[in-house]
């Protein structure tokens, strides 16, 4: 195999758009707390330790699911599913980039990041993807809880507490999962039922699954609204996440006439990025500065 295409595999095997999208929200996570004081030194850093982590914890994934991963086929050109890496390789490979990326956050950062960090890696890899994924319906749920370390680590480095802005980014982010995960079940059903993942729109149908993805976005437009009225964001996020929230929800709802299912969630799923992505930037720009007194009490530090 020629060098360019073998460097392309061990690129993608870190799942680089699972990466960078964790990258988004922990970044997110990290301005939120800085209020406008950002250390830049810290911030590079918590951001390349946990990308190095959450693409570990990626190698790891498909290193478990390689078998599966062979009868879906969104995923059966994945390196690890045709033999292109060996296991060995990306065994090294995935423990070399999370001791690298927990390195730098145990520099960088403080206890509370490095085990939010550390939780996520174990709840994604050795409960969500060694028997979760396979066994247990809601495993979404699982997976939610892993997907929200990332914003909330990057909190975390910042504050060095689990607060209630903290409470507000869990909420966020994992019950945005859920319809993003929902969406792309529905997408693609047919990958889902080839591998026998139980996925809930696969088990329990489209018009059930509608129902929750309905829910979970009502919810998750309630835990942004928590950003404003908790005083972390201004009103400009308010006004972003529920425009954001109503045209999701209106995707959602008109699931119910929804005569292509396929494309409904592909449009779904579409939609769900977008959502986070632009959260993220809001989150991001449109901090709340602290007030005097909590200035003053950190320039006596
Ligand atoms: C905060 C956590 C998460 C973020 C930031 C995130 C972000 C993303 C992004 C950016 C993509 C598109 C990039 C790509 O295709 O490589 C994607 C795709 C995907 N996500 Fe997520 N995701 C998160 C959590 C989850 C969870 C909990 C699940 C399922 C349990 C999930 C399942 C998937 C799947 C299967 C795809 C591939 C979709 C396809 O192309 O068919 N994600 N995610
Ligand atoms: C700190 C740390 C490591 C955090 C984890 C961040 C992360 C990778 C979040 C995504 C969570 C998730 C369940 C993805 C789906 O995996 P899948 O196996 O269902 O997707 P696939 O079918 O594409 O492999």
Redesign the pocket.
Known sequence: MKMPERIKNYVLVA?PG?VLG?LISAAAGFFLASRGRVDVGTLLATLIG?SL??G???IF??CI?REI?RKMIR?RNRALARGLISLKAAVLYATVLGIAGMAMLCEATNLLSVLI?LA??VI?VGV??LYM?RNFLYS?LV??L??A??PLAGYCAVTGRFDMGALILLAIFSLW?MPHCYAIAIFRHDDYTAAAIPVLPVKQGTAAARKYIVGYILAFMAATMLLTFGGYTGYSTLAVATVLGLCWLHIARSGYKATDERLWGKKLYVFSILTIFILSVMISIDFTPPVPTEMLLSYGR
């Open positions: 799942k699972i964790n946990i982590v959450v570990s914890g990626c994934n498909n699911d991963d995923t960090v996520g890696l994604y969500y993807s994924k979404a997976g939610s892993a997907g370390a990332p999962q």
